[in-house]
């Protein structure tokens, strides 16, 4: 038995960032290419791009940097804020699961250790 838990941010009760928008955003800089990011996290780019888009608005920072296409393509990469905000999200992500895994030993293999029985 496991537990598995999911997190993301509201603002306004409107979501902001979660776990999806995450992998988006480190797929753009994987990729350099909001196109192919959304390819890779199989999603298409108009809804990539609307996700960009709310994630800025909401939250009030530039998160991609964007190039037109044109002769040499174009191109697409993270902010040092958006950087910044990953780490921030991830570290919290992490803290998270450790509470959630340490509750769940507690609340379940705990007791079972101490002869209580889940039916």
């Known amino acids: 038995m496991e537990i598995k838990s999911k997190l993301w941010i509201e603002i306004d009760g409107e979501p902001v960032f979660g776990r999806g928008r995450r992998f988006l955003l480190e797929a753009i800089d994987r990729q350099g290419s909001i196109n192919q990011a959304a390819k890779e996290i199989n999603i298409s780019y108009r809804k990539a791009w609307s996700y960009i888009k709310a994630m800025e608005e ?9 190039q037109a296409g044109g002769r040499n393509g174009g191109g697409a990469v993270l902010t ?9 999200y991830r570290e919290l992500e992490e803290g998270i699961r450790e509470y959630v895994d340490r509750r769940f030993r507690k609340v379940f293999t705990d007791r079972e250790e101490r002869g209580y029985k889940l039916k």
Do not use: M, P, T, W
């Open 80 to 88: 040092a804020e958006a950087r910044a905000f990953l780490e921030r």
């Open 58 to 66: 909401r939250l009030g920072i530039r998160l991609v940097e964007r």
